[in-house]
């Protein structure tokens, strides 16, 4: 009996790891963006039924397990408020360094508001460089400015 979210993905993994499989791979067979897919297989997103078959044939998943992928996950990955992965703390470092400066010229081009998380998409890709190559990471959210009530 599966008791949690958590416990698919790492069936998820595992048989990532076992199979040689590539996100990509997967998100060309469910038809939506490595980033969206990856995120939803470690948890982050909800698949829909057909998603979750076809999540559940590519990870030789169970019945019970591909159901846990159809229920609203609690969102947030992170272990630890300060992330110890090198990778992951170095986008901390980014916001750290960068977020306020991001902030103040959202608030300047916006106005008061947010960038969502929601109504969001995401794009990495290796960009070939002569010194070193480079990751570009393109973040997409839709502005959501503050009520007036």
């Known amino acids: 009996m599966i008791s949690s979210r958590e416990e698919v993905t790492a069936q998820i993994l595992a048989q990532k790891v076992a199979k040689g499989i590539k996100w990509s791979d997967v998100a060309t067979t469910i038809g939506l963006s490595k980033e969206w897919t990856t995120a939803a297989c470690l948890g982050q997103m909800t698949f829909n039924k057909d998603q979750a078959a076809k999540i559940g044939e590519i ?8 159901a846990w992928l159809q229920i609203v996950p609690y969102k947030g990955s992170l272990p630890t ?10 986008w901390y470092e980014v916001v750290n360094v960068y ?14 508001g947010i960038m969502s998380a929601i109504d969001f998409s995401m794009d ?5 460089n002569p010194n070193g190559d480079r990751v570009n990471v393109v973040l997409s959210g839709k502005f959501l400015p503050y009520k007036e009530y």
Do not use: C, M, N, W
């Open 59 to 66: 990870f030789d998943l169970s019945d019970e397990a591909i």
């Open 81 to 90: 408020a300060v992330p110890t992965d090198p990778l992951i703390y170095r």
């Open 99 to 112: 977020g306020s400066t991001i902030k103040e010229l959202i608030h300047e081009e916006f106005g008061d």
């Open 124 to 128: 990495i890709q290796r960009e070939e």
